[in-house]
């Protein structure tokens, strides 16, 4: 594929672009993460139970879900400047809802509210990058742009339990918004001013979108339902099974969360270099599927080395499959429907969040054992990885159609 017009004309990018969409990446989910380090603070200010604190990560991504095609077409149709101010007021106006919701309706209100604004991160940061950023530099950007998630939260499990305690969960709430308010700063003189890409459609139905993002986003689904199941659950996992101390098991989710948060700027850069990506989730996924094998034969051997090694697996290849996923879609979807793709894709991706742990927890409980509900992680990444063997068929037709 040659090279555009459009893509010789690109000017040199701030070098803070990369910084504010990381941070465009963390800001959206940080209010839900902010409730949950420090639960036990809002649990017991509040009066609510577990299940109704579950309720709010799963309210957060059906939002998502729910958003994602009409910040899609928002992408393809807005300025990456005003789609990035929306994306950091709405996470600023979140946090400040958490902070002052005088009951468990408001915090479901201001969770919801963060959902919505999160379903915005994906599209406009894979359109901002598609149309400022050359073919073969996009890789390592990409990578470090998805990792802003793992940052956020890992960021808000370190710092804000400490300043909960020092000033109250609604104090820290505070304290993150100051991100969102960076965020809200850096947009004007970090991202470039110009005009929607030439050929921009934002009318264009979803279904004239080419054929890969379906496949891709079907991938999504399923690899995200494993994801965010095997990333709830290890830790209780470890906990009830292997007879870990507390504070260990809780450490087993921050090996997968930081080799991911490694591994997904390092896989960026490598799937840079590869012409066809598909053949690369299909490994991704084969491999997280291996890992989850480890978490399984770690009960069984009662070996929690198994079980750390699982974690580090999963994290460097489960974990990392999204930057890889993103990178697919910018690669085989014209400019001017990057946004609403991505929203597209995003829509599997959340719908697969909330119904993986959902699942999870069903398996085991009717089963009053983990062994089905890991024997059904492993499935979903054995599926994942045959929906990237197929899809590979339809990269060279969506090449040709562009």
């Not at 308010?181 to 921009?200: E, I, K, N, Q």
């Not at 379906?214 to 999504?220: D, H, I, S």
């Not at 429907?337 to 119904?355: E, Q, T």
């Amino acid at each position: 594929m040659g090279t555009s017009a459009f893509d010789r004309a690109r000017r040199p990018i701030p070098r803070t672009f990369g910084l504010t969409l990381t941070l465009s990446m963390g800001a959206g989910p940080l209010a839900l993460y902010t409730l949950t380090a420090t639960a036990p603070l809002v649990t017991a200010d509040l009066g609510i139970g577990g299940a109704r604190l579950g309720v709010l990560p799963a309210t957060a991504f059906a939002l998502a879900a729910l958003v994602s095609p009409v910040a899609g077409r928002y992408a393809d149709r807005l300025s990456g400047r005003v789609v990035l101010a929306v994306l950091f007021a709405g996470a600023g106006l979140a946090l400040l809802g958490v902070a002052a919701a005088p009951s468990y309706g408001w915090l479901l209100a201001a969770v919801a509210l963060s959902g919505a604004t999160q379903a915005l991160s994906n599209p406009v940061t894979n359109q901002l990058i598609a149309a400022h950023v050359s073919q073969g530099q996009r890789g390592g950007l990409m990578g470090v742009k998805q990792s802003g998630v793992q940052m956020s939260q890992f960021g808000a499990g370190l710092l804000l339990p400490s300043l909960a305690l020092w000033w109250g969960w609604r104090g820290a709430a505070l304290a993150a918004a100051v991100v969102a308010a960076a965020g809200l700063v850096m947009v004007r003189s970090a991202v470039p001013a110009t005009p929607p890409a030439p050929g921009r459609d934002p009318g264009r139905r979803p279904a004239d979108l080419p054929v890969a993002v379906w496949w891709l986003t079907g991938y999504a689904l399923v690899s995200g339902a494993a994801l965010q199941a095997t990333n709830v659950y290890l830790p209780l996992y470890g906990f009830e099974r292997l007879e870990m101390p507390v504070r260990a098991a809780g450490l087993t989710a921050a090996v997968a969360g930081g080799v991911g948060l490694v591994a997904r700027i390092a896989w960026g850069r490598s799937a840079d270099r590869v012409r066809n990506p598909y053949p690369l989730l299909s490994a991704l996924a084969a491999v997280s599927a291996l890992a989850v094998g480890g978490l399984l034969m770690a009960e069984t051997m009662h070996a929690p080395a198994l079980l750390w090694a699982g974690a580090a697996l999963f994290g460097a290849s489960g974990i990392a499959a999204n930057v890889v996923i993103m990178l697919a879609l910018v690669r085989t979807t014209p400019l001017s429907v990057v946004g609403s793709a991505s929203g597209v894709l995003a829509v599997g991706l959340y719908l697969g969040f909330a119904l993986g742990p959902v699942c999870f927890g069903l398996l085991a409980d009717a089963a009053d054992s983990y062994r089905p509900a890991w024997f059904g992680v492993v499935a979903a990444n054995v599926l994942a990885a045959g929906v990237a063997f197929a899809g590979r068929r339809v990269r060279r037709e969506d090449r040709s159609s562009r």
